[in-house]
């Protein structure tokens, strides 16, 4: 059995599916082609998925939509972040956050007022040397 990075170095295997589903040039759905795209895309499946949204496992993601319409304080913020932290943690133990950055449009007049805009830099422990990042835009 290959090991994660001599997969990602043969161009002719593939790590998963690519998200959003796309038709691709080589077949039905998109695919990646290595372990750090793959996670960016668990990361973002697993922040986008609502708890209890999922068959079978009724706890896998966050309820994120629900803040869309909450006052935007510094301990929402921090509340934000610990539950996205605590999750990945949980769901995704082989990845490290190396930054979390999350926040609301900056003025009531903005159009994209209830957007929740959340950025991840993240590393695999196994690669420490790759930084990959990750953004979502809940309430779009």
């Given at each position: 059995?290959?090991?994660?990075?001599?997969?990602?170095?043969?161009?002719?295997?593939?790590?998963?599916?690519?998200?959003?589903?796309a038709r691709?040039?080589?077949?039905?759905?998109g695919?990646t082609e290595?372990?750090?795209e793959?996670?960016?895309h668990n990361?973002?499946?697993?922040?986008?998925?609502?708890k209890?949204?999922?068959l079978?496992?009724?706890?896998?993601g966050?309820?994120?939509r629900?803040?869309?319409?909450?006052?935007?304080?510094?301990?929402l913020?921090?509340q934000?972040?610990n539950?996205i932290s605590?999750t990945?943690?949980?769901?995704?133990?082989?990845?490290q956050v190396?930054?979390l950055?999350v926040?609301m449009?900056?003025?009531?007049?903005?159009a994209t007022?209830?957007?929740?805009?959340?950025?991840?830099?993240f590393?695999?422990t196994?690669?420490?040397?790759s930084?990959?990042?990750?953004?979502?835009?809940?309430g779009e």
């Amino acid at each position: 059995m290959a090991s994660a990075r001599e997969n990602d170095l043969n161009p002719d295997t593939k790590i998963g599916l690519e998200l959003p589903f796309a038709r691709s040039r080589t077949g039905l759905f998109g695919l990646t082609e290595t372990t750090l795209e793959q996670v960016g895309h668990n990361i973002k499946n697993l922040l986008l998925t609502a708890k209890g949204e999922r068959l079978m496992q009724p706890n896998i993601g966050l309820n994120l939509r629900s803040y869309l319409f909450e006052q935007f304080t510094d301990d929402l913020l921090l509340q934000i972040q610990n539950e996205i932290s605590d999750t990945m943690a949980f769901w995704l133990p082989f990845v490290q956050v190396k930054d979390l950055k999350v926040g609301m449009s900056p003025s009531p007049n903005d159009a994209t007022m209830n957007r929740l805009d959340i950025t991840v830099v993240f590393n695999i422990t196994k690669n420490p040397d790759s930084l990959e990042s990750v953004q979502v835009i809940i309430g779009e």
